[in-house]
């Protein structure tokens, strides 16, 4: 079955450690998307995707770094530059027309 | 810049009784989505709104717009224990940057037996 996985589901980092939580797709979809949710919070938009080898900063792109190198994976890194990067986080992926379909998450702790 | 805002973000509500939620948004956008999410989950998907005047049922939840007010509802109807959970509404905002959702603080729905 196609759908978009996530990995790991837990994570945990250190104070001045960058981290890359994974996102693969076997959509066939063109663009990817990476959200951060707070508790209690809606989704808010770090970076995206429309393309291989492109993509456009969101809403809250400072601390966080991408990287599209194949239609199937958008990883993400939470540098430490990200001073408050506990959170949870959920990749997506979309095709024109067809909606958007989430991943199951990765739940970041600043430890 | 887009805003989304939802009304309320807290519902406390008794089983079998009737409630909307609102969800406004600020610019002229092609569609709308409405999501469901459990503690510690994902999104589920529950409704996708295309046109002014679309209006979708699923159960217990009939989801509408209107585009010309930049509203949308969802309405839950009869409401049972399993409907509790938190509830988001997205607009996509498309352009020439590309399509991208943005999203609805969520309301936080609890039915009471």
């Known amino acids: 079955d196609g759908g978009i996985t996530q990995s790991p589901k837990y994570l945990f980092r250190k104070e001045g450690q960058n981290v890359t939580l994974s996102c693969e797709q076997n959509?066939?979809?063109?663009?990817m998307y990476w959200y951060r949710q707070d508790p209690g919070q809606g989704l808010r938009l770090i970076y995206y995707?429309?393309?291989?080898?492109?993509?456009q900063k969101g809403d809250i792109a400072e601390g966080y770094s991408v990287s599209r190198e194949k239609k199937e994976s958008f990883p993400l890194t939470v540098t430490s530059a990200q001073k408050n990067p506990t959170a949870f986080y959920l990749c997506?992926?979309?095709?024109?027309?067809?909606?958007?379909?989430f991943g199951s998450g990765t739940r970041l702790t600043v430890v | 810049e887009l805003k989304v805002e939802q009304n309320p973000l807290f519902l406390s509500m008794q089983e079998g009784k009737n409630y909307t939620i609102y969800c406004n948004y600020s610019?002229?956008?092609?569609?709308l989505y409405w999501y469901r999410q459990d503690p510690g989950k994902s999104l589920e998907s529950l409704f996708v709104?295309?046109?002014?005047?679309a209006v979708k049922q699923e159960g217990r939840l009939i989801a509408s717009l209107d585009t010309k007010a930049r509203l949308s509802t969802l309405h839950i109807t009869a409401a049972v224990h399993d409907l509790s959970a938190t509830y988001f509404c997205?607009?996509?905002?498309?352009?020439?940057?590309?399509?991208?959702?943005?999203f609805g603080e969520g309301t936080q729905l609890t039915v009471n037996p």
């Open positions: 997506a992926s979309s095709r024109q027309l067809y909606g958007y379909t």
């Open positions: 959509l066939n979809h063109d663009a």
């Open positions: 995707s429309q393309i291989v080898n492109d993509f």
């Open positions: 610019t002229t956008s092609d569609r």
């Open positions: 709104l295309l046109s002014n005047g």
């Open positions: 997205a607009v996509d905002m498309g352009g020439t940057s590309g399509s991208r959702l943005t």
